[in-house]
């Protein structure tokens, strides 16, 4: 096969499925570093935050202070409670808020409005079994084919894995929560 015929000559009108994946930090930092640049060039952007409720966090202060050009272009949906959800303490509601963002997300892809959804913590939904892996299959083989989509989240799930065209796996080698640094704002969250 020659050089040429490995590029797609409609590779910029075609959208890709991308997975942030590890134990590392950085996966959801990637994940709105990729909005930011997507809302620089004028795209519609969803952002569904998967099991993250609550209003600390850093990226939703900066977002709510976009201009009015910038807002109109992004839409933001938290598909969860203000808490941390592990697989012994999910509940009724865990799965509720969970379900709501799953269903807000398969309207956008289907309205054709976005050009980019994130699809934040959506590998730990998947894990938890708030969202099934034939769900998330059946969504993402049958996106638009313009639709570019970003999942993050630790332990992706490897039949995802396999759909998706880049996948990268996010493992720390140093981290300074090791010698006791919490979680601070602005960084972290």
């Known amino acids: 096969m020659k050089k040429d015929e490995l590029v797609n000559p409609n590779f910029d009108k075609l959208g890709y499925i991308q997975i942030y994946t590890g134990n590392g930090k950085g996966k959801t930092t990637a994940s709105l570093g990729l909005a930011l640049r997507a809302l620089?060039?004028?795209?519609?952007?969803?952002?569904v935050l998967f099991t993250k409720g609550g209003s600390d966090y850093g990226e939703l202060f900066a977002f709510r202070e976009f201009?009015?050009?910038?807002?109109?272009?992004?839409?933001?949906?938290?598909?969860?409670?203000?808490?941390?959800?592990?697989?012994?303490?999910?509940?009724?509601?865990d799965k509720e808020v969970v379900r709501k963002g799953w269903e807000e997300a398969q309207k956008a892809a289907a309205s054709h409005e976005y050009q980019?959804?994130?699809?934040?913590?959506?590998?730990?939904a998947i894990?938890?079994?708030?969202?099934?892996?034939?769900?998330?299959?059946?969504?993402?083989?049958?996106?638009?084919?313009?639709?570019?989509?970003?999942?993050?989240?630790?332990?992706?799930?490897?039949?995802i894995i396999e759909l998706a065209h880049l996948v990268s796996n996010i493992e720390?080698?140093?981290?300074?929560?090791?010698?006791?640094?919490?979680?601070?704002?602005?960084?972290?969250?």
């Open 127 to 159: 894990d938890l079994n708030l969202i099934s892996v034939e769900e998330m299959k059946n969504f993402l083989i049958n996106k638009p084919k313009e639709l570019e989509i970003v999942l993050t989240g630790r332990r992706a799930n490897p039949e």
């Open 67 to 93: 201009s009015p050009k910038i807002k109109k272009h992004i839409k933001i949906i938290q598909a969860g409670l203000d808490r941390i959800v592990y697989s012994n303490n999910i509940n009724t509601k």
């Open 40 to 47: 620089g060039r004028g795209w519609k952007v969803l952002i």
């Open 116 to 124: 980019l959804i994130i699809l934040d913590e959506a590998n730990i």
């Open 172 to 189: 720390p080698i140093k981290h300074y929560w090791d010698i006791g640094v919490q979680a601070r704002k602005g960084i972290e969250y």
